[in-house]
């Protein structure tokens, strides 16, 4: 049987069971799941009903993956577009429209021609209709209003703003646990 490459991804979990990244979220291709299994890199943690086999050996693909060895997450959150963009949650500190990652545009809050830098506490993200009316200008000079102000995220509030994002799309029903578990019960 022949599996398409794209096909069976696996969840790959820290040491401690939480997902590596949520957004991007950490997957491997079934192929590098089965390697590190192999290597003893990961532990498998759950399985797809597929099996890949040779002459010699069978195994169920793994679905969801867990490093042996603790990799360490920074402390600090990198001062990149996809954490500026989790940051904002998404959407246009001006008009609070959604965004999407490609109709996102970036803006300095004080204009680089006024002195303003590239920095988590001067850039944010805006709609194009908003970023262009405000143009080389404060945003009190052409009366728009900031909300959030911009500020540097804690690697916590990134993960929480990237969590969300990530239950809202479709997953595979064992990666459910790992990437929700942190979400609250239902009572009743």
């Known amino acids: 049987m022949e599996i398409a490459t794209g096909k069976y991804p696996a969840l790959l979990l820290n040491a401690d069971f939480n997902p590596v990244s949520l957004f991007p979220l950490s997957v491997l291709s079934w192929q590098e799941a089965?390697?590190?299994?192999?290597?003893?890199?990961?532990?498998?943690?759950?399985?797809?009903?597929?099996?890949?086999?040779?002459?010699?050996?069978?195994?169920?693909?793994?679905?969801?993956?867990?490093?042996?060895?603790?990799?360490?997450?920074?402390?600090h959150a990198p001062f990149t577009r996809a954490n500026l963009w989790l940051r904002d949650k998404g959407a246009c500190v001006y008009c609070r429209r959604p965004l999407s990652t490609s109709e996102v545009t970036f803006d300095h809050v004080v204009p680089r021609s006024r002195g303003g830098g590239s920095s988590w506490e001067n850039i944010v993200c805006a709609c194009s209709p908003c970023n262009g009316r405000k143009g080389n200008r404060l945003p009190s000079e052409c009366g728009m209003h900031l909300d959030p102000m911009p500020a540097r995220p804690s690697q916590a509030a990134l993960a929480r703003s990237a969590a969300r994002l990530v239950r809202s799309a479709p997953t595979p029903k064992d990666w459910m646990d790992f990437i929700y578990w942190d979400g609250e019960l239902e009572t009743g």
């Open 34 to 75: 089965v390697k590190d299994v192999f290597q003893e890199k990961v532990v498998a943690v759950a399985e797809y009903d597929v099996e890949v086999r040779s002459s010699r050996w069978s195994m169920r693909l793994p679905s969801v993956v867990a490093l042996r060895s603790y990799r360490k997450v920074p402390r």
